[in-house]
Nanobody, 120 residues
Framework: QVQLVESGGGSVQAGASLRLSCVASTYTFMTYCMGWFRQAPGKEREGVATVDSDGITTYTGSMKGRFIISKDRSKRTLYLQMNSLKPEDTAMYYC??????????????WGQGTQVTVSS
């Protein structure tokens, strides 16, 4: 059974940084495209960033330039470094395993989510 376990969320002031982590099984980590999504209250879940098995990254919209996705194969851990956080970044952030990095609808597995709250 695939398990994705996120950590690192919290409550911060605008302008601060946070780093989210997601630990996955070796099989998941080596087989799937890994990504981060987020869902703000009253809004649909949206893609944030993905990274494929070769380390190629993609980013979505306003997060590009402020957020950095990376992974450590030896630790089976996916990261999302979030800088210059804004109140509109407040959301539940989810780790995901996708079949295709270029198709955000191709998620096979989700983590349980970690809450990020940014106050002004």
């Amino acid at each position: 059974q695939v398990q994705l376990v996120e950590s690192g969320g919290g409550s911060v002031q605008a302008g601060a940084s946070l780093r989210l982590s997601c630990v996955a099984s070796t099989y998941t980590f080596m087989t799937y495209c890994m990504g981060w999504f987020r869902q703000a209250p009253g809004k649909e879940r949206e893609g944030v960033a993905t990274v494929d098995s070769d380390g190629i990254t993609t980013y979505t919209g306003s997060m590009k330039g402020r957020f950095i996705i990376s992974k450590d194969r030896s630790k089976r851990t996916l990261y999302l470094q979030m800088n210059s956080l804004k109140p509109e970044d407040t959301a539940m952030y989810y780790c995901a395993a996708l079949r295709d990095c270029y198709n955000l609808q191709s998620v096979d597995y989700w983590g349980q989510g970690t809450q990020v709250t940014v106050s002004s």
